[in-house]
């Protein structure tokens, strides 16, 4: 089975990091193919100049970033990347299953309801299953959009999981 995962692997950070990292490991161990889908949402996406791995500030950030793209070039699989629903439908339209989480995809504070891929409603259902693994809203306190958005996208997976109880509130609201 080809499966692609949509997560937060662009946050320089190593929780963000490190999970996508296992979760490619475990899908893989579990004689799956994996890639991680190399999306960003347009309010994260870095100026051009940042993609040099230069920053306004110290020269730490900027070796922190090289070394945090680094390790996702020796370890995490990508695709191609994707800037528009349309590019993400064509990309995942390879898959088998597409998972997103963990991590906080669906918090309306950190993505906006514009920006909903990570609600995976652009994936045709009948060729490709729609998991939710850990994901999380990460604050009960969501936009009104985002849970009006949410509602009728999560009705469509195939199965899904949270991180933690006020998640689980919120899928079942």
Known sequence: MNVGI????????????LQA????????GLGHQVSVVDYVP?????RWWQGWGIHCGTPSLT??????DSFRRRFIPLTRRCRTLHELRRITAEFDALITGSDQVWNGNIVKATDVPYFLGFVDGQHCRRISYAAC?????????????AGP?????????????????LVQQ
């Open 63 to 68: 070796l922190k970033r090289l070394r945090f």
């Open 42 to 46: 347009p309010d994260h996406s870095l």
């Open 137 to 149: 809203f990460g604050d009960s306190n969501q936009p009104p959009q985002i849970i009006s958005v």
């Open 21 to 28: 990292y296992a979760l490619c490991e475990a899908i893989r």
């Open 153 to 169: 996208l999560l009705r469509s997976f195939d199965d899904i999981s949270v991180r933690d109880e006020m998640s689980a509130a």
């Open 6 to 17: 949509l997560t937060f692997h662009w946050a320089n950070n190593y929780g963000a990091q």
